[in-house]
Nanobody
Framework: QVELVESGGGLVQAGDSLNLSCAAAGRTFTEFAMGWFRQAPGKEREFVAAISRSGGSAYYPDSTIMSRFTISRDNAKNIVYLQMNSLEPEDTAVYYC????????????????WGQGTQVTVSA
């Protein structure tokens, strides 16, 4: 079992930055690729970023996210981060941290464990 606890969300203005954290406990952190997802009201949960077990590779769904968000991890502290810059109102969502043991030679996925989420609200 892995427990994931997110923090760092809040209410910010457009153009501001936030750095989300996700602390993991319960198993060896480096067993897991880590990811961030978000879910806006009335929308499906969407993939935001993932990072390999070593932290050597990061993945984003598109260039728009990649240009503003950065995922990183500290394997000594069992924490994964999501640095978000130039925030837009469209980034408003609950942000979830996820952990999973990669299978079939993939760098990440499937996702086995989820945090409770942290709210990010960006005002215009």
């Amino acid at each position: 079992q892995v427990e994931l606890v997110e923090s760092g969300g809040g209410l910010v203005q457009a153009g501001d930055s936030l750095n989300l954290s996700c602390a993991a406990a319960g198993r060896t952190f480096t067993e897991f690729a880590m990811g961030w997802f978000r879910q806006a009201p009335g929308k499906e949960r969407e993939f935001v970023a993932a990072i390999s077990r070593s932290g050597g590779s990061a993945y984003y769904p598109d260039s728009t996210i990649m240009s503003r968000f950065t995922i990183s991890r500290d394997n000594a502290k069992n924490i994964v981060y999501l640095q978000m810059n130039s925030l837009e109102p469209e980034d408003t969502a609950v942000y979830y941290c996820a952990a999973g043991r990669p299978t079939n030679g993939k760098a990440y996925g499937p996702w086995d464990y989820w945090g409770q989420g942290t709210q990010v609200t960006v005002s215009a």
